[in-house]
């Protein structure tokens, strides 16, 4: 099978660098790293790809039951990194691609040796002596709410998940993404996201990683930052002064500046 053409590969900057690979989140595509990559690639080798079964990607190679698990998108993941011969690359993660980057690297330790998670929650659902930002009946409700609605859906809660009132542009942007995606893999993929539990994977990181938060985020409250800082002894935490689960869109410059500043204390070590 053709990966590049699978997932959508772009490779951009320097080939004699190290190499970043960006991984998008729930209903989105390569496109959300657009104001981030370019500054990227002045330093670094960036490759981007779209998961099986969102943006350009070859939607023929979808199946549910290998997208109704974590493990399918980090298998996507690993197979990107084969066929380039990725070595110890960065993994930028958003949203729950920062837990499918601590799947991958874990079944693919050689290809992937740093983590850099930006809004990340191992799991969304409130339990005792843990916040995820939900309730049970919360996630029940929201993916009732989809799977009845998908476009409807979509435009109610892509400006949540944006935040950033005052800027509606950006809820926008994030619904017209939302609503580019088939509703049935949308559905698979909601559910694969919103049900995961991932906590139970975070001690296992043993390579340096960046945990990225926003100072309010509706999806990731700053109590689940600080719970991933904490599980991942090798991490450093750093609260972006932004609003909503998208800084890759909304506060570019400052995403960029904290990636670029962690990447670089690495090299210097």
Not at 105 to 111: G, I, L, Q, T, Y
Not at 166 to 172: I, S
């Amino acid at each position: 099978m053709d990966i590049r053409h699978r997932n959508n590969v772009t490779v951009t900057g320097p080939a004699d660098r190290p190499t970043v690979v960006l991984a998008h989140g729930f209903g989105c595509d390569q496109n959300m790293w657009r104001l981030v990559a370019p500054v990227l690639a002045e330093r670094y080798r960036v490759v981007t790809f779209d998961y099986v079964g969102s943006g350009d990607s070859d939607l023929s190679a979808w199946s549910q039951e290998r997208y109704s698990s974590l493990q399918g998108y980090a298998q996507d993941v690993v197979e990107v990194c084969r066929e380039l011969d990725l070595e110890r690359a960065v993994l930028v993660g958003h949203s729950v691609s920062a837990m499918v980057g601590v799947l991958a690297a874990r079944a693919a330790p050689e290809r992937i040796g740093t983590l850099v998670m930006v809004t990340p929650s191992p799991c969304y659902i409130d339990d005792e002596g843990y916040r995820g930002g939900f309730s049970v009946e919360d996630i029940d409700e929201l993916l009732a709410s989809l799977e009845s609605n998908y476009l409807g859906w979509s435009s109610a809660m892509a400006p949540v998940i944006m935040g950033n009132p005052d800027r509606p542009e950006l809820g926008r942007e994030l619904t017209n993404s939302f609503c580019a995606t088939d509703p049935e893999i949308a559905r698979v993929f909601a559910r694969t996201t919103f049900l995961s539990d991932s906590r139970g994977d975070l001690a296992g990181v043993r390579v340096p990683t960046l945990v990225l938060e926003c100072s309010q985020d509706a999806i990731a409250p700053r109590e689940v930052g600080a719970y991933v800082h904490a599980a991942i002894a090798s991490s450093r935490l750093v609260t972006l002064d932004a609003t909503g689960h998208c800084p890759q869109l909304s506060a570019p410059e400052a995403t960029t500046e904290a990636i670029l500043e962690f990447l670089g204390s690495l090299e210097t070590r």
